[in-house]
């Protein structure tokens, strides 16, 4: 605010140095011409004067008869005219020749003499009146644009300036205040949004968290009863307690029981650090899957290029399914990804088309290494098939396209033909 400020007081000073400036070369033009405007006027109004004595034989009374006859509206600076008869004397003649406080020139002519009067000064004044007026005029407009400016746009934005700095740090409680700025409403709203997104998403977070540890301490607690029961029965195995054949195969039964809970309670554990991934927030409604592949071909056309990976897509007949639409784009997306990463480079197609009740998206490509009979298990959590080589991942992708997929009451399979090309068929509901 405090550069704003600085940049408005330079930018004022300038405008005022310029009206200066502007004034001082107008006074130095008026300075030399101006001498000249009124003598032009002078010398007009002789030449009428002439034509009307001619005409009329006569002195004109005023200049108001003079324009009358001239059909002019004015003589620019002249500001009045007095005469007297030549052959006039006395104290008439001198009462003409007093000084009447004005600039004036003197005309003779066959009838009579004429004082014009005249304003030397007039014409600058109207120069000047109208140079600073206008300049006035703009500094007034351009202040009311500055101070519209700075109350309607620089001091909203400076109150919310921090706004993302707190957000990012983590400050979400305070909602913000209802702003019906016509520059800043709308984002407001969108930040607050986001804000209340950020908040319940972090509110959800600590309260899986807290169920998370709750679970897993209670199942801790769970396995040391089991594991005791192990180590007790193998420490009485290890001693030779029991004799009888018998016996052992009951300690042995005992032992294989304990180690079935102790399954079962890591079982427990695995699936409640895999929750967060079933988790998903998927808005189904009606939508026009034309629309989802041609986001994806957009996105991919420059992409596969760059890759130099043919990339076959054709046009497609528009259809209303019901599903999440950014959900299928990350399906199908996340699918794509795949193909580029463990394909061999050559080409990806993607085919669409409605069979029946249903919505088949196919994404097929070329080069795929992975075994038959690790196909299975690819839309697993965590699984990674012998084809990744160095390829970084998680083993998730596949595993989260098949969750949203039935979220969206949906379903996606693969499967590898024997010309070593792999293709994953994403159905969907039509509607």
Known sequence: MRDINRLTAKALLLFLALTFCINLMAWNDQKETGDKTYKISINRIGYDLQKFEEEKKRSPEDLQELMGFTGRMNYGQITGMFSIDSEEGGEEMKKFWENTGADYAVIATEHSYYKITYDSENQKEKLFLWINGTASLLLAAVLCVILYIRIKILHPFHQFSQLPYQLAKGNLIVPLQENKNRFFGRFLWGMDLLREHLEEQKRRGLELQKEKKLLLLSLSHDLKTPLSAIKLYARALGRNLYQEEEKKQEIAEHINQKANEIEKYISEIVHASNEDFLDFQVKNEEIYMGKVLEEIRTYYRDKMALNQIEFRMGTFRDCLVYADFDRVVEVI???????????????????????????????????????????????????????????????????????????????????????????????????
């Not at 196909?375 to 084809?387: A, E, K, V």
């Not at 989260?400 to 693969?414: D, N, V």
């Open 333 to 431: 997306q996340n699918v794509v990804e795949n193909a580029i990463k463990y394909g061999d480079g050559a080409w990806i197609k993607i085919d669409a088309g409605r069979q029946e009740e249903e919505y088949l998206v196919s994404i097929t490509n070329s080069g795929c290494k992975l075994e038959s009979k690790e196909l299975p298990h690819i839309f697993d959590s965590f699984f990674r098939g012998s084809n990744v080589g160095k390829q970084a991942g998680s083993g998730l992708g596949l595993y989260i396209c098949r969750q949203l997929m039935h979220q969206m009451e949906g379903e996606i399979t693969a499967l590898v033909d024997e010309n070593s090309s792999m293709e994953v068929l994403i159905a969907l509901r039509v509607i």
